[in-house]
């Protein structure tokens, strides 16, 4: 059995500016995302798709994510809080953001820069979804670095040698999720992708964005049997939690992509 370390979440102080890990994670994803996604776009060249098109859609993301993440949480997962005090919405240095709602700002982004740029929403989006693991990579782990988004109970630590007390939530042995969440949707649907990416033959329109899809639908759902869950749902006598309801709607458009690309659309070069 471990004891998490206590890692300080303020990175850098400057003054009273606190720069804080679950910030720099933030950055970093971007950053290194938009790096990779113009190679992609090199690699795999669409219509009216450049690097540069990739680089004027960064600050569309940046909004996005931002904006869907926060009103994501804020719907999702603390609908009480904002009815009671509205300007909480806004006050996004106390924390607070969901995976789900950013996908969906990213996908509005997304939808109105294509029109906008005349570029088709898959070909955009194909270039996007496969940096988004290397973001969720640092966000877990910034996670981790905070202390939040705890997993459950381990009843048997012998069975579980990694578990870990977080002891500033009680003193109970817990799976360290926030890892788990870094390795299976950060590394492995990363590599997936990757995969894809680097083959050719299996980057036809709208399968990229399927398998992110249904691939971070799979994940996610795995990770949250050991992940505390902060709400849960009574379906048929089973019990749902929120990440797992909200993964539903994305794996049945990750099947629907990949329906579109494997059905109606040929292989690109």
Do not use: C
């Given at each position: ?140 782990i910034a996670n981790f670095i905070n202390g939040e988004l705890w997993g459950r109970h381990v009843p048997n630590p012998d069975a579980v040698p990694w578990a870990m007390v977080f002891p500033a939530v009680d ?62 749902h009574n379906v048929l006598g089973l019990s749902i939690t929120q990440g797992q309801t909200l993964s539903l709607p994305l794996a049945l458009g990750g099947l629907l992509c990949l329906y579109l690309g494997y ?7």
């Open positions: 059995m471990l004891i998490y370390p206590g890692f300080d979440p303020i990175a850098l102080q400057l003054g009273p500016v606190a720069v804080r890990w679950y910030g720099l994670a933030y950055v970093a994803g971007m950053l290194g995302g938009l790096w990779y996604s113009k190679k992609i776009a090199v690699w795999h060249k669409a219509k009216n798709l450049t690097p540069d098109t990739l680089e004027n859609f960064f600050i569309w993301a940046v909004i996005g994510i931002v904006a869907g993440g926060r009103l994501g949480y804020a719907l999702f997962y603390g609908l009480d809080h904002l009815l009671r005090d509205p300007l909480w919405l806004l006050r996004v240095w106390e924390g607070g953001m969901s995976f789900h709602g950013g996908a969906a700002g990213v996908i509005a982004a997304i939808l109105i820069f294509a029109h906008h740029y005349k570029v088709h929403p898959a070909d955009l989006a194909d270039r996007i979804v496969p940096v988004v693991p290397l973001g969720l990579f640092f966000g877990r003193p109970l042995p817990r799976h360290p999720s926030q890892l788990y969440e870094a390795g299976l949707e950060g590394i492995i649907l990363g590599l997936l992708l990757w995969f894809i990416v680097r083959k050719g033959h299996a980057f036809r329109r709208w399968v990229p964005s399927g398998v992110f899809l249904l691939g971070y639908a799979a994940t996610r759902t795995l990770a949250e049997f050991f992940r505390e869950p902060e709400i849960t059905a109606h659309t040929p292989t690109r070069k």
